[in-house]
């Protein structure tokens, strides 16, 4: 799967299963990982270990829906639902967290 925006400069990040996500540089940096392995500019593949094909397409879903910008830092104990702690404006945020918190009740 593709996510891309536009005229950015893209970046091949590959699963420890081998499986390849072409995603927009600055939409990937979020991640402090991948910001740290494109510190080289040439850099045009990432490979991510202990991370599976379904774990990285989601990841990639939530870097495309960000579009770069970093989420907000919580710094209290959560609530019940990621909305609660967020806010209205990071809903689409807080609705996937949500769905993939298996720790949280629903």
Known sequence: RVFLGRKDKIIKLV????????????????????????EDDK????????????SLERICEYMEN???????????TL??????????????CAKWIDLRARHRPK
């Open 15 to 38: 699963a420890e299963d081998g499986a390849e996500f072409k995603i927009s540089r600055r939409w990937a940096c979020i991640s402090s990982y991948i910001k740290k392995a494109c």
């Open 43 to 54: 850099v045009s593949t990432v490979t991510i270990t202990k991370v599976d094909e379904e």
């Open 66 to 76: 960000r579009k770069g910008d970093d989420f907000i830092k919580v710094s209290k």
């Open 79 to 92: 609530k019940v639902t990621m909305l609660d702690n967020v806010g209205k404006d990071f809903a689409w």
